[in-house]
């Protein structure tokens, strides 16, 4: 009998045999096998959120002293910990990170590539950011590490420093004080990934091979790990974007370096990182959500990048546009989306090491059907460019259709607990029957649900994984797809086809582990374990049209075309 399993906007994950994995394309630790660490300190900082510079006579003296005690190595006072206690007007906070690993009692490895989840939020606190989201303990990072984790990586959830002002009435303040604050975020990333090194140089807590350094960023976490990736000299921070006052005075950017440190976060007045030794450079990008600060960014020998977002993103451009912060509805800066720098990230050649993987697997035969096409919404047309590879366009159901006062999709891959206290905060302070920040982030995920989340976060894995693979040479990248030259794929047998009611699934030369069957929105409706060389599919209430029949073997997958009349 064959399982029937949820339908879900996006594909879902392949799920296959004990006999067909493979450690970092599938999950080849149970749930029990993973440990989760939580609260672990790998920084301390200038907190921007609780400080107050407002006036110099306070703030500098306590700043001197802050700088005077890392330099000793001697202890910070409590009072500057704490938010609530007068006696400082500059705080300091710990940055935190929690660790999801495979048990190491039921783990061999001891080079364990390591991932870096940087969460969304604007910048700003929940329920501040108008979202009960924006923590490292989100749903969705929760579940994306753990997914990791049972994959046989390391997974860290990672926090960073919040706080701008969003509400200024003039935007040159809007837009410093935000550039300041994802540069802030970045050095934040780069403590992260020096303290991981250092200890993987020492007691090596996590086991890490810290040669295979991974980021991954959601929402505002993506702008966050794309301009890690691609800051690497003190002069674009100069684009004109970048200057208050580009024609007057061309030399000053909203960033300065001698107040908040240089790209790596040392040097300046505000900042109290240290070089401990290592470097903080990373091998792989991805962004889920959020937007390159410019294009101007990229060169030739950049870290490998993938791409998650919707075509019609209201906050974050999908294609060159300006930021909207979703707490206000403000414009703030030019960006470029992911249909904008992934082209060139490929023209560049940095995709090269997956860019070549055969189709047959159903997340590169979606991803590579929608380049080159227009997809609309309403009155809006969008047009995917070619060349893209590495990045996957999540085309949405065009929600205002259906209810005019809802905006399309920004982050479909998050949910949170609509119960819960953070989802139910009045934000405009008028009592019952007002906007919760449940009901504000509602309208950009009409359906939000974990259920939902899990499926377009099984969309992301099964496109992910394969692509790290290839990039940091997890294991062989005809693993992952088998072309169509190969005897396995030539030995693949459908009949008949197109068919009314049963269809007989053959293999000649392989063991089949698995057959899954996608309609043509790339929703998985039919899975089931094989391990035979024939299967006979039935039909059972599949509606006519086209699927996609996917097989899994040892070698790898196979997909084939499928006509239900």
């Not at 599938?26 to 749930?31: A, G, K």
């Not at 140089?201 to 702008?223: H, M, Q, R």
């Not at 294009?295 to 870290?303: A, K, Q």
């Not at 790898?556 to 239900?564: D, P």
Request: glycine share 8%; net charge negative.
């Amino acid at each position: 009998m064959s399982k029937k399993l949820r339908f879900a906007l996006p594909l879902a994950v392949l799920t296959i045999t004990a006999q067909a994995q493979d450690r970092y394309l599938n999950e080849v630790f149970t749930p029990a096998q993973v440990t989760v660490t939580n609260d672990v300190t790998f920084g301390t900082n200038i907190d921007f959120y609780y400080s107050n510079f407002s006036n110099p006579a306070l703030a500098g003296p306590e700043v001197v002293q802050l700088q005077t005690a890392v330099t000793l190595g001697t202890l910070i006072p409590p009072a500057f910990f704490d938010p609530s206690d007068a006696g400082t007007v500059v705080k300091v906070t710990n940055l935190k990170m929690d660790v999801y690993q495979p048990d190491q009692g039921a783990d061999s490895e001891t080079a364990r590539p390591v991932f870096i989840f940087v969460h969304t939020g604007n910048a700003l606190p929940p329920p501040r950011n108008g979202s009960p989201m924006g923590t490292r303990k989100d749903s969705s990072a929760v579940e994306i590490c753990k997914q990791m984790a049972r994959r046989g990586y390391v997974a860290v959830s990672m926090s960073y420093r919040l706080g701008w002002n969003p509400i200024s009435t003039d935007p040159d303040v809007r837009r410093g004080t935000l550039l300041n604050a994802i540069y802030r975020a970045i050095h934040d990333v780069k403590q992260c990934v020096r303290n991981l090194k250092a200890d993987a140089a020492g007691a090596n807590t996590y086991a890490i091979d810290p040669t295979k350094v991974i980021l991954y960023g959601e929402g505002t976490g993506g702008y966050i790990t794309l301009a890690t990736a691609t800051l690497d000299k003190p002069s674009e921070l100069f684009i004109e974007k970048f200057i208050p006052n580009p024609l007057q005075n061309p030399d000053s950017s909203y960033v300065d370096t001698l107040k908040v440190g240089n790209i790596e976060g040392f040097g300046g007045q505000l900042t109290l990182y240290r070089p401990n030794g290592f470097d903080s450079h990373i091998n792989f990008c991805v962004n889920a959500g959020g937007s390159l600060a410019d294009s101007s960014w990229l060169e030739p020998g950049d870290v490998p990048m993938l791409a998650f977002q919707t075509v019609f993103d209201p906050f974050a451009p999908f294609g060159a546009g300006t930021v909207i912060v979703p707490t206000t509805g403000e414009q703030v800066v030019d960006v470029h989306g992911s249909n904008v720098f992934m082209p060139l990230v490929n023209t560049f050649g940095n995709n090269s090491s997956f860019a070549t993987l055969p189709n047959g697997n159903p997340y590169t035969d979606r991803a590579r059907s929608l380049y080159n096409t227009n997809q609309v919404h309403g009155s809006t047309t969008v047009h995917i460019n070619d060349g893209a590879e590495g990045l996957f366009p999540f085309v949405t159901p065009n929600w205002p259709a259906i209810n005019p006062a809802t905006l399309e999709e920004a982050g479909p891959w998050q949910w949170w607990d609509p119960n819960g206290p953070l989802a139910n905060i009045d934000l405009d302070g008028d009592g019952p029957g007002t906007v919760t920040t449940g009901q504000a982030s509602q309208a950009s995920n009409p359906n939000f649900s974990g259920t939902k989340g899990r499926a377009y976060i099984d969309t992301i894995m099964g496109y992910m994984n394969p692509r790290l693979v290839c990039a940091l040479q997890l294991g062989p990248c005809s693993l992952v797809g088998i072309s169509e030259s190969d005897p396995v794929a030539q030995g693949v047998g459908l009949f008949p086809n197109p068919a009314h009611e049963l269809v007989h699934i053959t293999s000649s030369k392989a063991v089949i582990r698995m057959v899954e069957v996608y309609d043509v929105n790339g929703r998985r409706v039919r899975a089931e374990n094989v391990d035979n060389t024939n299967y006979l599919l039935q039909r059972d209430g599949l509606m006519a049209g086209a699927y996609f029949v996917t097989l899994t073997f040892d070698q790898g997958t196979v997909t084939r075309k499928l006509m239900l009349d």
